[in-house]
């Protein structure tokens, strides 16, 4: 064969590597070639790209989903290799198979690279070949042609004459107007962005009618959807259209049969709120969110109290700033208050984790006198995830009211529940002591709180003592071992001579668990001779923890010391009366010698 034969050979090599991979029936080396395709493409050259690539892909697309979702979305970057925007339009036919098949993920991702691809086209390309395959996806037999279309509006709409704009608006209506429910739900989802980028006069004449509709479809899925649109439609509108034109619909979507239309205005109410502006906010947005607070279903109350914060901080936007505390007080107040002793512990949670946040926005007094009641019914409600949300959030109130008064009035609500008889609810308060104690400070909480703590240690529980320990290690990396060594590492070795053999052992465990944070100084000099001293204790419990806490703390000593002090206190426990003890000693030193 002659040398030029045997070049052209080798061109089509890749080609033909492809098409023996593409139809092997491993579905990882199809999928593997199809991620391959851009190397592919630049062996190849632009031309045959365009004239041999392109043709055999949009031919052959008939495989599993895991490989057409990786061929869309390869295509989506294939601009370039085809030879730029000139010839974006040889992706479009591949592209418009891949937009029609029935699964979602592969749809999407094909409608994602026809975006891009459409936005890479000439004003006049985008005409003579985007906008026929547009339409050619609206009229499609199937609905996954035209739920496909519904994205490529947006994209297309700005760039085309006026007489192809009118056609696209009327495609648009009849898709939002189409028999099949997922179609009214694609346009519906699309309808927002849709409406950012058409002219306000036909977004008035053409657009608000549709979502009008959409917002009074007969399946709550599309209806939903349209709540959505509505925040980009009112941000587009002056606030008398925004009246006229949005709000009805807006007002009865907010009272919806349907729970699930109530609770997407919930989520969306704080973009409404910034979309329509303080005036219509005030006199049909708080009515709303009071509706919404008290709702029958409680996943509606729930969305509604994680934007009590917010809602009420947007009310500031108000020409009257000092009217936003008095809307507060007067019409969200009552409504969070009843919130608080909710049936349903997922409201009483949400609203916990938002609640603080209004302390700030309502000041000193009104913290004092109207929150802190509240913040005491949360502090002992019966769900821990209220509890902790409230402890998490404390530093807001903090800051309002200052240290002083937040310990008078929410400490002893802490303290009683840190005392409790239940040993779960005194489990739950040592959990979060961490937390409250970085919300409080060191100061505070050497003060306060140390004492709280340090009882634990002592607890008749066992699980409380343990969770005790891990509090007192917690507890040194928030403050540092500086704090350990002056604040709590003294209090723990005097239980060391405790009469109680419990006490000693606990001791122990919190030397376990302080060596890992508090360094090799303080571990050597300060923890290892109380160890060293209950190694001769009168009974074999203490002794045989005693070997398991020198075997721990042991990588955290000065080394000079493990050889004169560790090691001559195991031999001396492995030559101990108690098996036990001898046990433990002897897996010690095997430890410490690995």
């Known amino acids: 064969m002659a040398a030029s034969g045997d070049r052209a050979d080798d061109s089509l090599y890749p080609i033909a590597v492809l098409i023996d991979e593409l139809k092997n029936e491993d579905i990882q080396l199809r999928l593997n070639s199809i991620k391959k395709l851009s190397t592919i493409a630049l062996a190849l050259g632009e031309e045959r790209t365009r004239t041999e690539l392109i043709p055999f892909l949009t031919e052959t ?7 057409l979702l990786a061929l869309a979305e390869q295509l989506g970057t294939f601009t370039s290799l085809v030879g730029g925007p000139e010839y974006a339009m040889y992706l479009i036919p591949p592209l418009e198979s891949l937009a029609t098949v029935e699964e979602t993920v592969v749809r999407d991702k094909a409608v994602e690279s026809l975006r891009i691809v459409a936005a890479q086209h000439s004003a006049a390309d985008l005409e003579a070949n985007v906008i026929p395959t547009l339409q050619t996806l609206v009229s499609g037999d199937w609905f996954t042609s035209r739920t496909s279309a519904c994205a490529l509006f947006s994209v297309c709409y700005p760039r085309v004459s006026s007489a192809v704009k009118a056609e696209l608006r009327n495609n648009f209506r009849q898709l939002c107007q189409d028999d099949t429910p997922m179609v009214r739900r694609a346009a519906a989802s699309k309808l927002g962005e849709f409406a950012e980028v058409v002219e306000v006069e036909f977004l008035k004449s053409d657009l608000i009618p549709l979502f009008v509709q959409l917002a009074q479809d ?14 980009s439609i009112a941000q587009l509108l002056r606030q008398e259209d925004v009246e006229h034109l949005v709000m009805p619909t807006l007002r009865q979507c907010a009272s919806d049969s349907s729970w699930r239309v109530r609770y997407m205005v919930a989520e969306k109410l704080t973009d409404l709120q910034k979309a329509v ?7 049909d947005l708080v009515p709303a969110f009071q509706y919404l607070l008290k709702d029958t279903e409680a996943e509606v ?3 509604a109290a994680t934007k009590v914060k917010e809602f009420c901080k947007n009310l500031g936007g108000t020409p009257d700033t000092g009217n936003q505390v008095s809307i507060i007080m007067t019409s969200i107040l009552p409504y969070v208050k009843e919130l608080v002793s ?9 609203l916990a984790s938002d609640i603080m946040g209004l302390s700030p926005i309502l000041g000193p007094h009104n913290t004092i006198e109207h929150l802190l009641p509240l913040f005491l019914i949360q502090l002992k409600d019966e769900c821990p995830e209220v509890r902790l949300n409230i402890i998490s959030n404390l530093d807001c109130v903090n800051e309002v009211i200052g240290i002083n008064q937040l310990s008078q009035s929410l400490l002893p609500a802490i303290v009683e529940l840190a005392e409790d008889t239940k040993w779960r609810v005194r489990l739950a308060i040592i959990e979060y002591m961490p937390a409250l104690a970085g919300q409080l400070g060191q100061e505070f909480f050497d003060q306060k709180l140390r004492g709280l703590c340090m009882g634990w240690l002592n607890d008749h529980v066992y699980a409380i003592r343990e969770a005790a320990t891990l509090n007192m290690k917690k507890l040194v990396e928030k403050f ?3 704090w350990a ?13 405790n009469k109680n053999y419990l006490h000693r052992m ?9 060596a890992e944070v508090c360094g090799a100084e303080i571990s050597t000099k300060m923890l290892l001779p109380t160890v060293l001293l209950l190694a001769a204790d009168p009974v074999a419990n203490v002794r045989f923890n005693v070997a398991k806490t020198l075997q721990k703390i042991t990588p955290f000593l000065e080394p000079s010391v493990v050889d004169s002090q560790v090691k001559p206190a195991l031999d001396k426990l492995n030559s101990d009366a108690d098996v036990d003890v001898k046990h433990f000693a002897s897996e010690a030193i095997a430890g410490i010698a690995a």
Request: proline fraction near 3%; glycine fraction near 4%.
């Open 61 to 67: 697309i008939y495989d599993e989903d895991e490989v």
């Open 218 to 231: 007969d399946q709550d899925s599309v209806r939903l959807l349209a709540v959505e649109a509505c925040v």
């Open 277 to 283: 502006g303080p005036e219509i906010t005030k006199t």
């Open 301 to 303: 109350r729930a969305a």
């Open 342 to 350: 909710d049936m349903n512990q997922h409201v009483k949670s949400a």
């Open 480 to 482: 540092g071992s500086s």
């Open 485 to 497: 060594e002056q604040a709590i590492i003294p209090m723990i070795l005097v239980m060391a001579r």
């Open 506 to 514: 606990t001791c122990l465990f919190c030397i376990n668990v302080l």
